[in-house]
């Protein structure tokens, strides 16, 4: 640490073993010879900036009353408020979030939408309004999109 200060103790973050496991090189080179077996096969030879990717997290919050403002937290409890990001390959071209909560909340960032749910979760019909949503604000042309799953 003293001969290269530009290093950093961190703490790491929780990573569950089923995840942990799917994460080494067989399973991530599969994943990338996949990609390029299916590129091909749908002739999608186009330019990195139509290669989409697309994931949903969903994050627990809990709410403080007295400060009338929420908080990201590990707990069990709280609200679950999903949330769709959606960028291209190049980084040129990112989709402004696409947020799902149980109940109305302000301040989310510019250009955002958000849908409500009853538990807060991405469901058929958010989805599919999601992609209207990306198809209006993607690059012109025919575009890959990838979207992450369990």
Known sequence: MLRHPELSMRTP???????????????VG????LLQETIVKMKLSGPPQLI?????TGIQLSYERKQKAYAATNAERGETV???????A?????????VIFKEYVDGLPPGSV?????????????FCNWLHYFNNRRLPGNVFLILAGQ
């Open 52 to 56: 989409y990717n697309v994931d949903a």
């Open 90 to 98: 190049t980084g040129t071209n990112w989709i402004p979030p696409f």
């Open 30 to 33: 599969r994943y990338f010879e």
């Open 82 to 88: 999903s949330a769709l990001a959606c960028v291209n």
């Open 13 to 27: 973050e929780s990573l569950s073993y089923g995840r942990l496991m799917r994460f080494n090189k067989e399973t």
């Open 114 to 126: 958000f849908a409500m749910t009853e538990k807060g979760y991405m469901q058929t019909k958010e």
